[in-house]
């Protein structure tokens, strides 16, 4: 199949994209890299009136080096981050989880912004963004507001963008030298969405402590203050202290009835605090 016809617009910056897709008369796509959207509008899951190009906006393709984070801009691709073109300040996290996002073309299109937008709760960057704590910053007409990762995801394909909204940048906060961190997800295949996803982040000199379980069929079960599930955080194996009963019924608590969906979340975890071990 094709697409259906629509009207296309490729605006020179961010306030250009605000007043087009603040149009409430017709619906308005966003094309970044459009490693999803491209293959909807083919399907005709989605039918727009306008799709508003973003790409060739300097501003998104940013990255801003602060205090105490990194603002990286909507239109950053995998491939810019997994080939260190972001200095990486979460001691090797990005670099590596962008390694592992479908194939090397998807990655050359595909954008940060674009993946977290479009919310799929089996994609990399919601699970492993809200593992660190990251932010997202949003800008429309009635101003600029922040949000974690975590909140920007309402649900499957669901984001909290109002009307007329863009995700403008990523703000990644600065790891300390004593973080440690993990990453895991459960596929049939590589380059395949996962089936569950596993991720972890201990940084002492920022008092946090989190776990993630990601490809849940809805948002991230981000669990904030995760001492309770590694037991003593000290230790060097992580996986030890792991209290794999306790994760068991967090995500069972959490609406996951099938027991091997949440025996193989459980592991994606216990494997991502395995990894924790050899960073």
Known sequence: MKPVNFDYARPKDVAGVISLIGDESRVVKILAGGQSLGPMLNMR?????????????EELRQVEDRADEVGIGGCVTHSDIEDLRVADVTRGALPKVAAGIAYRAVRNRGTIGGSITHADPSADWISIL???GATVTLRGPDGVRSLAVEDYMLGALEADLRLGELLVSVNVPKL???????????CRKTGEFAHAIGAFLIDPDRDVCRA???????????VSEAGDLIGRTGERDLAQGFDSRRADEL?????????????????????ALEQSGTV
């Not at 993630?212 to 981000?222: C, D, I």
């Open 45 to 57: 899951l989605v039918q727009p009136d306008l799709v508003v190009d973003i790409t060739g906006i």
């Open 130 to 132: 809200s593992a660190i």
């Open 176 to 186: 300390g030298p004593a973080a440690r961190w993990g990453y895991y997800k459960s």
């Open 212 to 222: 993630v379980f990601g490809a849940t069929e809805s948002k991230p079960l981000v």
């Open 251 to 271: 995500i069972r608590d959490n609406g996951m009835n099938d027991p091997i969906d949440r025996q193989i979340h459980v592991a994606a975890l216990r494997r």
